[in-house]
């Protein structure tokens, strides 16, 4: 990776590390998501109960049938990978900052541990430029690699495709909440969803190091691409284990994220995850993060409130606590970073 070399920034806590042989995840929901195509109504509630299911019990779950274009997905992968088979110094000419957060960026933390990876984010859709920048505002524009004629326009594709499968994936939520199938469209008007390419080199110490730490999604929905390496370690909720994710072909794995938590009252719960790395082979991956608009405000929906089950979180500003997620992933804190746990009204 460019010169990457194990230190000791890059070692977790004991605790934390990922153990030999850890046991594959049996029994995760994957979802056929072709009587979507059907239009058939009551196939379309099945796979509604089928969603709210796995939403209750692991947080996430995997997709098949989908609807993306195998093509679509190929090209995105073949840019992702000559990207990072750049020169370090090509990288480096698109390279993200504090105030411009887009581009390639190869120093992450996650819980104040240093992640083993290189990444490149981008958002699909550009917010209209600031007049003028106030200080700490983010601006995200995109940094694009002029070597890579291809690049833009393969990722501005698959932004297309995820972008259609996020919203059907949404009103699926919605409709496993009792809600009606549009309910939750509004919040993603001006969206602030990004796309971020994984590159993971071979570890000389997978045993210290992860390539992202334990953390949950602070979006909404996270629509999860990887290829046939493995990696993804999810915390099981039955016993509080770590177990391995086995990639299925075709498929995507979809994260709930904290957003959908707060909104459905903690019907569903946003899953724990991690990424651990190996010392043999390379892994790429690509999560499309679905977040609404940053003037979104986030709290309970009225619906899932009641007398019996009073709202558990006091509202808070996504743009806000989007902002200040994004600066901490870029240095290490003096502090816990923001988490929804900030805003339960049972917190003493």
């Not at 699926?172 to 809600?179: E, K, P, Q, T, Y």
């Amino acid at each position: 990776m460019g010169g990457l070399s194990m230190d000791q920034a890059f070692v977790q806590a004991p605790e934390h590390r990922t153990k030999a042989n850890l046991a594959d995840a049996d029994g995760i929901p994957v979802i056929d998501l072709s009587p979507l195509a059907a239009g058939d109504k009551a196939g379309v509630d099945a796979l509604a109960a089928e969603v709210g299911r796995a939403s209750q019990d692991w947080g996430f779950f995997v997709v098949v049938r989908h609807g993306v274009l195998a093509e679509t997905v190929a090209r995105a992968l073949e840019a992702q990978r000559a990207f990072f088979a750049l020169p370090a110094d090509r990288k480096a000419a698109v390279r993200r900052d504090e105030a411009a957060p887009l581009g390639y960026y190869e120093s992450e933390h996650t819980k104040n541990v240093r992640d083993w990876k290189e990444v490149f984010d981008l958002v699909p859709r550009e917010p209209p430029p600031p007049a003028a920048v106030a200080d700490g505002e983010l601006v995200f524009e995109n940094k694009w690699p002029e070597d890579l004629p291809r690049f833009r326009e393969a990722l501005e594709e698959y932004a297309e495709a995820m972008e259609e499968l996020a919203f059907k994936l949404l009103e699926l939520i919605a409709r496993s909440l009792g809600l009606r199938p549009d309910r939750l469209r509004g919040f993603f008007k001006d969206q602030t969803t990004f796309i971020r390419l994984n590159h993971y080199p071979p570890c000389p110490s997978p045993d210290l190091a992860l390539g992202v730490g334990r953390h949950k999604d602070a979006g909404a929905l996270t629509i999860l691409y990887q290829d046939d390496v493995g990696g993804l370690d999810v915390r099981r909720r039955s016993d509080g284990e770590w177990v391995r994710v086995r990639p299925v072909p075709d498929s995507y794995v979809i994260n709930v994220g904290d957003i959908i938590q707060v909104w459905s009252n903690d019907r569903y719960e946003s899953a724990e995850h991690r990424v651990s790395v190996n010392s043999q082979k390379e892994r790429f991956s690509m999560p499309y993060f679905f977040n609404p608009g940053s003037d979104a405000m986030v709290e309970p929906l009225e619906e899932m409130v009641s007398d019996e089950r009073p709202a558990r979180y006091d509202a808070y500003n996504w743009g806000n606590f989007f902002s200040t997620r994004k600066n901490s992933n870029f240095r290490k804190l003096d502090v816990e970073n923001v988490q929804i746990a900030h805003f339960r009204k049972d917190r003493s």
